[in-house]
């Protein structure tokens, strides 16, 4: 086994990119959410991006970064809030607690992502499929609740 600590071999990172197109390409041909799979070919990363039909948000993307010593995964939750911020962060922040593998961030122009990551050496089918579904349960669970406490204005009551 690939010791944690040091960074992948340029070998080994294509050896994993191989594998995690194969997972993809298997995710896009037998889950019904998934939607499309596409490759960032411009940036020189190693990255993805899962279109996914959500039913709290209708369709959104989950981006996979591969890295020399990780994976990392990222999707965009929401803008930033219009009001009722602190409250929306402390409910975020209280949020992060119970989430596997996974935590809420602000990015740019303050819009809130749902982001993690897993050292390259752990990859494997089982681990895409599960950073996948943490992330489509994380939006499903959290995209609604979020919305109303940083949007309620917009909310009837």
């Given at each position: 086994?690939?010791?944690?600590e040091?960074?992948?071999?340029p070998?080994?990172?294509?050896?994993l990119?191989?594998?995690?197109?194969?997972?993809?390409?298997?995710?896009?041909?037998?889950?019904?959410?998934i939607?499309a799979?596409?490759?960032?070919?411009?940036?020189?990363?190693?990255?993805?991006?899962?279109?996914?039909?959500?039913?709290?948000?209708?369709?959104?993307?989950?981006?996979?970064?591969?890295?020399?010593?990780?994976?990392?995964?990222?999707?965009?939750?929401?803008?930033?809030?219009?009001?009722?911020?602190?409250?929306?962060?402390?409910?975020?922040?209280?949020?992060?607690?119970?989430?596997?593998?996974?935590?809420?961030?602000?990015?740019?122009?303050?819009?809130?992502y749902?982001?993690?990551?897993?050292?390259?050496?752990?990859?494997?089918?089982?681990?895409?499929?599960?950073?996948?579904?943490?992330c489509?349960s994380?939006v499903?669970?959290?995209?609604?609740?979020?919305?109303?406490?940083?949007?309620?204005?917009?909310?009837?009551?």
């Amino acid at each position: 086994m690939i010791g944690a600590e040091r960074p992948l071999t340029p070998d080994e990172l294509a050896e994993l990119e191989s594998r995690i197109d194969g997972w993809l390409a298997e995710q896009l041909e037998q889950n019904p959410v998934i939607e499309a799979v596409e490759r960032d070919d411009v940036s020189g990363e190693r990255r993805w991006f899962v279109r996914v039909r959500g039913e709290q948000k209708a369709v959104f993307t989950i981006w996979l970064v591969l890295r020399q010593r990780n994976l990392h995964v990222e999707t965009y939750l929401m803008p930033a809030p219009e009001e009722n911020a602190a409250a929306l962060y402390e409910h975020l922040l209280r949020l992060n607690l119970k989430l596997p593998d996974l935590t809420f961030a602000i990015g740019d122009e303050d819009a809130v992502y749902v982001m993690g990551e897993v050292p390259a050496v752990w990859v494997d089918g089982e681990v895409v499929d599960r950073l996948l579904g943490s992330c489509y349960s994380v939006v499903e669970q959290c995209f609604r609740p979020a919305m109303r406490i940083g949007f309620a204005s917009r909310f009837p009551a």
